[in-house]
T-cell receptor, first 113, second 115 residues
């Protein structure tokens, strides 16, 4: 357990509103990831970070932005939520250099009406 | 590019019988391979990991997986299923990408255990 928390755990919002999800980790891991999980698709990478202020896009980044101003926090923002962004969102971190094991947070269930 | 195929989206077994969850991968390099388990409304928990040290990898809760390079497979097995094994299982391959790693997930296999 890499001490990863996500907030909120559940959120219902309306189309067109901005939404920010927060991932917080206590292990000083350098790498952090945001995924979305949808039935039949497994987990798909939205964005990732390889250090403070260093981020890059994943395979499903359209409509999402991220920020990382501190090692422990990685924020995912939906600028204008759409119903297609209804999903479960997972944050993950990667451990010490030399190991590629990922550790996952408990997830955030987002519903966009 | 790497990819992962989980050959069964659903598997049902009776309690006490063996479990086999199948995973095939494609990779241009020596991959790291993982199995994760997700219980309902929970996050993903690491079951086991292959990183080229040994082809037979033992994980938590009695699970193990064998890396077969010639077959590009990494199937997950357990000799005797327990009711608590009912969950979704994900096979994952990692790929070095620049200075970091990216992870390719299979679409998951939902395991049902019958009493």
């Amino acid at each position: 357990d890499a001490g990863i928390t996500q907030s909120p755990r559940h959120k219902v919002t309306e189309t067109g509103t901005p939404v920010t999800l927060r991932c917080h980790q206590t292990e000083n891991h350098r790498y952090m990831y945001w995924y979305r999980q949808d039935p039949g698709h497994g987990l798909r990478l939205i964005h990732y970070s390889y250090g403070v202020k260093d981020t890059d896009k994943g395979e499903v980044s359209d409509g999402y932005s991220v920020s990382r101003s501190k090692t422990e926090d990685f924020l995912l923002t939906l600028e204008s939520a759409t119903s297609s962004q209804t999903s479960v969102y997972f944050c993950a971190t990667r451990g010490l250099s030399g190991t590629d094991t990922q550790y996952f947070g408990p997830g955030t269930r987002l519903t966009v009406l | 590019a790497q990819s992962v195929t989980q050959l069964d989206s659903h598997v049902s077994v009776s309690e006490g019988t063996p479990v086999l969850l199948r995973c095939n991968y494609s990779s241009s390099y020596s991959p790291s391979l993982f199995w994760y388990v997700q219980h309902p409304n929970k996050g993903l928990q690491l079951l086991l990991k292959y990183t080229s040290a040994a082809t037979l990898v033992k994980g938590i809760n009695g699970f193990e997986a064998e890396f077969k390079k010639s077959e590009t497979s990494f199937h997950l097995t357990k000799p005797s299923a327990h009711m608590s094994d009912a969950a979704e299982y994900f096979c994952v391959v990692s790929e070095r990408y620049g200075g970091t790693y990216k992870y390719i997930f299979g679409t998951g296999t939902r395991l049902k255990v019958l009493a």
